[in-house]
Nanobody, 127 residues
Framework: QVQLVESGGGLVQAGGSLRLSCAASGSSFSSYGMAWFRQAPGQEREFVASINWSGGTASLADSVKDRFTISRDNAKNTVYLQMNSLKPEDTAVYYC????????????????????WGQGTQVTVSS
């Protein structure tokens, strides 16, 4: 089992920035692809960003391209989501997830590709 804990959420004004962190347990972190999903009230969970096991490739949702960046620090067992130019529509609970497979070569965009989920961290962007 992989345990994930998100942090870094909060309340920011539109145009501001936040950096989310996801700390993972275990020594196999470097072999898992990682992703961020989000869910707003009354809406379905949606893909935000992902990074493959090696960090060599990443994927971003069209809605956050050129604003968000995903990265990982395997020495710290941590994945990050840097969020810039935040908009009110970015308001949601953000969830960190770890791939169900080791060393999947691409950065998956589907929730069914991820087996391990954190509890989420709230991001609220005021207008």
């Amino acid at each position: 089992q992989v345990q994930l804990v998100e942090s870094g959420g909060g309340l920011v004004q539109a145009g501001g920035s936040l950096r989310l962190s996801c700390a993972a347990s275990g020594s196999s972190f470097s072999s898992y692809g990682m992703a961020w999903f989000r869910q707003a009230p009354g809406q379905e969970r949606e893909f935000v960003a992902s990074i493959n096991w090696s960090g060599g490739t990443a994927s971003l949702a069209d809605s956050v391209k050129d604003r968000f960046t995903i990265s990982r620090d395997n020495a710290k067992n941590t994945v990050y989501l840097q969020m810039n130019s935040l908009k009110p529509e970015d308001t949601a609970v953000y969830y960190c997830a770890a791939d169900r497979l080791l060393r999947r070569p691409y950065a998956g965009r589907l929730s069914l590709e991820y087996d391990y989920w954190g509890q989420g961290t709230q991001v609220t962007v005021s207008s």
